[in-house]
């Protein structure tokens, strides 16, 4: 099986009609939602792991700080390529920003 490859991003000179820092901002709200989103994805896989009787849990604090680890993993996974969704966010985002003109 081979592994995905991060589709890359056309660049803000490749779109005349929007300026360079509307392009990175829609990058930035495009990766950040799919940081969310993946976050989202990865909560049940943690919510369903048995700690109990595991050596190195961290008790009620673990508990506590889990939905922290969740946030930030999915954030490593965005900023690392991610699986896909920002690319497709960011595209509509532009395409948006092109039809209403600004």
Do not use: H
Request: charged share 20%; proline share 6%.
């Amino acid at each position: 099986m081979s592994a995905l490859s991060p589709v890359t991003p056309q660049s803000p000179a490749a779109q005349p009609d929007i300026s360079a820092g509307n392009a990175a901002q829609a990058r930035n709200a495009a990766v950040a939602f799919e940081a969310v989103t993946i976050g989202e994805l990865l909560k049940p896989m943690f919510d369903t792991v048995d700690m109990t009787d595991n050596r190195f849990g961290g008790g009620p604090a673990e508990k506590q700080f889990r939905a922290l680890q969740v946030q930030e993993m999915g954030k490593q996974i965005a900023d690392s390529g991610g699986i896909g969704i920002a690319d497709s966010v960011y595209r509509q985002m532009l395409a948006m920003q092109e039809r209403s003109g600004s």
